[in-house]
């Protein structure tokens, strides 16, 4: 096997607070990128995908560790990688030949010796006739096609992309990985090797020759494991699916620690290991749970995930959330790649407005720690309030500042919801709320 280009080594990425505590966002990681593969990096928002990648090509410095280039420290070397990213960042004064041109330049390559480059990588990716033609002018397939021709012109031994086909529409997107593939298959393409970070599980499965599936504060590599599936691959084969499944397992169920997929078995049964003290929120809003409950019960109960998100128009990154979250409330299960809606799944999904608000607050109050540890503190004050940071100052210990602000605003929807709690925004206060309605047991489901 060929030696690595890139190898992390304990890698780790964190932040100091000004009162000296850190908030980590990479724990210590190894991994290795060699020659002849395709890469997938795979993860919840929030997990750290953009810092790894960013501290692989050597854009931003580890807080630990080290990356090595061919053995080397990166802070040695300058390697040679480029960056396809997802915003195209092409620069609007420039015509597509001289946004191709740009890095060439950069580097002090002869003006000839630029164009003749940069116009062969053109019609390689298919742009001949272009090259005039000003970014304003392009499709966002035409832009992220400029972005590969100029990454790509300066023969990178790693091509690096972050989620590229994001922001183009399905058919676009399609057709674009399909391109990239032909590329590196044929050889047409000078990179080594390609390091792509992405939040759609089929690209990963359609392109890569090896997945990453990181878990969240802080980053980790929950999974590492290699797609031994013949080029051009069919979505619909069944160790297709499996991986895609297995896929989704990891990624939904950030609790469990999965055991390696088997080559050409079903994977193992999980392995349930302690949850953490805080659980992070997925960021759903109650009124998208009980859609998600409404549409499941409606269609018998149980559904594949991908299919799910097809009818609903929604990226299956967008819709994870809210399946995580109504699987954190007791109300969804997760089993063999499938959502199934649970006994209290369907009491919620049949219940009218106020019956929903106790369902939702005795499934709060049972789950989620914060939620519990807020509503005990209320109780106890004499005056039932406290400001709101104390819950920013709970939080602030266990994820970073910007996670904060985003589980702060999950939990105030979830407690405001289910009655836990007011809000006073004069005061900045969280107040113990009184329930309208309290239900001794669970209505009986509707006939």
Known sequence: MANPIIQARAVEKFYVQPDGNRIEVIAPTDLDVSPGQIVALLGPSGSGKSTLLRMLTGLSQPSSGDVLWHGESIRKHAPNVAIVFQSFALFPWLNVLENVEAPLEARGVSAIERRKRALKMLDTVGLDGFETAYPKELSGGMKQRVGFARALVVEPEVLFMDEPFSALDVLTAENLRGELLELWLSKKMPASAIFVVTHNIEEAVLLADRVIVLGRNPGRIRSDFKV????????????????????????????????????????????????????????????????????????????????????????????????????????????????????????????????????????????????????????????????????????????????????????????????????????????????????????????
């Open 228 to 447: 031994e599936l013949p080029q051009p691959r069919d979505r619909k084969a069944a160790r297709f699916v499996e991986f895609v499944d297995y896929i989704y397992k990891i990624m939904t169920q950030p609790e469990v620690e999965h055991a390696p997929l088997p080559v050409g078995q079903a994977p193992v049964a999980p392995i349930r290991t302690p949850r953490q003290k805080y659980q992070m929120l997925p960021h759903a809003r109650p009124g998208g749970i009980a859609g998600l409950l409404e549409l499941l019960h409606d269609q018998g109960g149980r559904d594949d995930i991908y299919r799910l998100a097809e009818p609903l128009a929604m990226d299956v990154d967008d819709l994870l959330p809210i399946i995580e979250a109504a699987t954190m409330l007791g109300f969804a299960a997760l089993k063999e790649g499938d959502v199934e809606v649970t006994r209290e799944g369907a009491a919620f999904a049949e219940a009218d407005i106020l019956t929903r608000k106790v369902l939702f607050r005795e499934a709060a109050l049972k789950h989620v720690a914060i939620l519990q540890c807020i509503e005990s503190v209320l109780r106890a004050k004499s005056d039932h309030s406290i400001p709101e940071e104390f819950f920013h100052d709970i939080l602030d210990e266990h994820f970073s500042q910007d996670e904060v602000e985003r589980q702060f605003e999950t939990a105030m929807n979830w407690g405001r919801y289910a009655e836990i709690f007011d809000y006073d925004a004069e005061n900045g206060r969280l107040v113990l709320a009184e329930p309208t309605t309290e239900l001794n047991h669970h209505p009986p489901a509707k006939v």
